[in-house]
């Protein structure tokens, strides 16, 4: 139904005199119900010169609770002199019954002893109850307690309710007819209460200016994903606000791109799909596109715009690809992934240097001109180039390629894409001619040093849509792992270099940068690490076991570090017998030694268990 109507149907209410029943708002939790009523009916309420009341029912669990609300809020409308005392009261508390008992040590029932409501005025009052489906009072009780100034002393009644949820359903649909008059289904307008939330940062004016600015844009994302909970909107403008300040210079594309994500994981979050423990796993969501959704876990074949009809086995999609069909596959051009806001919505802190480099990397690249010819070619959409242009990019590019000018992954692409060529008589290069030209260029491009472990990550997992690119594909593997493995190794010198040179500050910040890489000490040598050990001070073997102390403090170390056991299981070898040979060591020595090898001795048991 929409607002307006309620609206009338709640005005011809208020007008009515001498009314015997209450309305009821039904609506979904978050929908709006309250801001409903403390937006527009309250006031509503006043300009009929009525006097508008709130109570939440909100975990009350006898009727005696809720007459004591009651009470609390008609305080103010006692007349009597006596009653002064207990008017200056209410003026301090909303929750006098807690108050007055918490300080001056009485019972809130003796306070309004004597005090009764049998001479007060009901039907010139609109008391709005909330939260119906949280309320505790058996629904029979609380309705019979209602009814009784709804009936008897026509008080004028609004009831929130998410009905739906309300644990005694059965006995609410017998019943409340008895008290409801008319069930009125909210379904909250975007178009007229976002304007209002912005509102509420107008004292904010650059951000209330921003908002005003992509109102349209903003509305259009809520809208169509059918989200109407006002509760995660507001969580959205709030997380928004705090993004704003890195956004101010940014190109009004990538401003879009911000809130479109920024909406999107607020969704994502406060509807529950998504947990604050998982702030640093982005559950493969780095990942999305339309050529990773294309090509996830499949062979896409080029020679043909039509899939060929196999029956797979159904797989149960993962979350990266739930996520895909629901919100990127009709917004694949605005969508883009941010590390730094995802954290930031899921734990509450925001590392605003990552936000702005990510930022800075979205400005536009000056590309050279054989990757702006790669761009042109190695696509689907090669069919619609020129047949003269495309012989000339055929040409240059694997010219290119022969020259280790791209990087070693784009050679699995150059590999599909040219013997899809060579297949279809498109070039006049035979399968062995192209892999000769493209392992030579990959030789010449691996010399560059240059690896990117999630791109590696993501090739190595989907195989190849076409035989031909396996002997490609394997050579790029091999290379990837030869420089990763040279780069871990390197790293793990300086970790020695680190220990030996006693620079404890650099050598916390290499365990921090290196917290979740499975290679940093797999290629450590267990019993050179403990000679290193064995001459540092018991400060650094400190800061050292407290490092390795963060790093195996997972119960899943079979997971995370999968190759740590043997380097680990060296150390923890080699301080044993340090510890039962050396008699000369001093007590405080053996105590760090001790307390390095606890941390040993667990992480080797838990990497040394067998996978269930």
């Known amino acids: 139904m929409q607002t307006a109507h309620i609206e009338e149907i709640f005005k011809e209410y208020l007008r009515k005199e001498a009314t015997q029943y209450a309305l009821l708002i039904n609506g979904t939790w978050g929908s709006g119900k309250t801001f409903f009523w403390k937006t527009t009916l309250h ?9 508008p009341l709130y109570i939440s029912l909100n975990g009350l669990k006898t009727v005696e609770q809720l007459q004591q609300q009651l009470m609390i809020k008609l305080i103010p409308f006692f007349g009597k002199p006596e009653n002064k005392a207990l008017k200056n009261i209410a003026r301090l508390t909303g929750n006098i019954g807690n108050t007055v008992t918490k300080f001056f040590k009485v019972d809130f029932s003796n306070i309004l002893s004597g005090v009764t409501l049998d001479g007060l005025k009901f039907n010139d009052k609109v008391i709005c109850f909330d939260d119906l489906e949280r309320c505790q009072i058996p629904i029979k009780e609380l309705f019979g307690f209602i009814n009784d100034f709804v009936e008897h002393k026509n008080l004028k009644c609004l009831i929130l309710a998410d009905a739906i949820k309300i644990d005694d359903n059965a006995n609410y649909l017998k019943i409340k007819e008895k008290v409801i008059g008319r069930e009125l289904n909210y379904e909250p307008e975007l178009e007229k209460v976002l304007p209002t939330l912005y509102k509420t940062y107008t004292i904010e004016d650059e951000y209330f200016t921003f ?17 109407y909970n006002l509760r995660i909107i507001s969580f959205f403008l709030d997380s928004l606000f705090k993004i704003y300040g890195s956004l ?23 509807r529950g799909h998504l947990k604050s423990d998982e702030s640093n796993d982005f559950n493969g969501l780095e990942n999305t596109s339309y050529f990773w959704y294309q090509n996830r876990g499949k062979s896409v074949p080029m020679n043909s715009f039509f899939p060929e009809d196999k029956k797979e086995p159904e797989i149960e999609p993962t979350y990266a690809e739930k996520f895909y069909l629901k919100y990127v596959e009709s917004r694949i051009n605005e969508f883009q992934f941010y590390g730094s806001i995802y954290t930031y919505i899921l734990s509450g ?22 990757v702006l010819e790669f761009m042109r070619l190695v696509t689907y959409d090669f069919r619609s180039i020129d047949g003269n242009e495309f012989e000339k990019l055929v040409a240059n590019v694997l010219q290119n390629a022969e020259k280790g000018l791209y990087s070693i992954y784009d050679y699995d692409r150059l590999s599909n894409f040219y013997h899809f060529f060579s297949q279809n008589g498109l070039i006049a290069k035979t399968s062995q001619e192209i892999d000769n030209i493209l392992s030579k260029g990959l030789d010449l491009a691996s010399k560059r040093k240059e690896i990117n472990d999630r791109v590696f990550e993501n090739l190595a997992h989907f195989a190849v849509s076409i035989p031909e690119m396996q002997p490609i594909r394997d050579k790029i593997i091999a290379v990837h792992k030869v420089i990763r493995e040279e780069s871990e190794a390197s790293e793990s010198n300086i ?15 290499l365990f921090e940068a290196k917290k979740y890489s499975k290679d940093f000490l797999k290629y450590i040598n267990g019993e050179q690490l403990f000679i290193v050990l064995t001459s540092v001070s018991n400060g650094t073997l400190v800061h050292f076991t407290k490092a390795m102390q963060e790093r195996y403090k997972s119960s899943s170390l079979k997971h995370m570090f999968p190759d740590d056991f043997d380097s680990l299981n060296h150390l923890k070898v080699s301080i044993d ?34 996978d269930e």
């Not at 005003?212 to 994903?225: A, H, P, R």
């Not at 101010?248 to 406060?270: G, N, P, R």
């Not at 970790?495 to 910040?509: D, G, R, S």
């Not at 001790?594 to 040394?608: G, M, N, V």
């Open 43 to 51: 006031a509503m309420v006043k300009k009929q010169e009525l006097k």
């Open 211 to 227: 908002l005003k600015e992509n109102k349209d844009y903003i509305y259009g994302i809520f809208f169509e994903y059918e989200e």
């Open 248 to 270: 101010k210079d940014v190109a009004s594309e990538f401003q879009e791109e911000v809130i479109l994500f920024t909406a999107l994981i607020s969704i994502e979050f406060k």
């Open 349 to 370: 802190y925001l590392d605003i240097k990552n936000l702005k480099d990510e930022l800075e990397k979205r400005k536009p690249e000056e590309h050279p001109e054989e």
């Open 495 to 509: 970790l020695m270099e680190l220990l030996e040179n006693e620079h404890i500050e650099n050598l916390n910040q």
């Open 577 to 610: 017998n340090l510890i039962l040979k050396d008699e000369e060591l001093d007590k405080l020595r053996i105590f760090n030694w001790k307390e390095l090898l606890e941390i040993l001795d667990r992480a080797c048991k838990l990497l040394a268990t067998e």
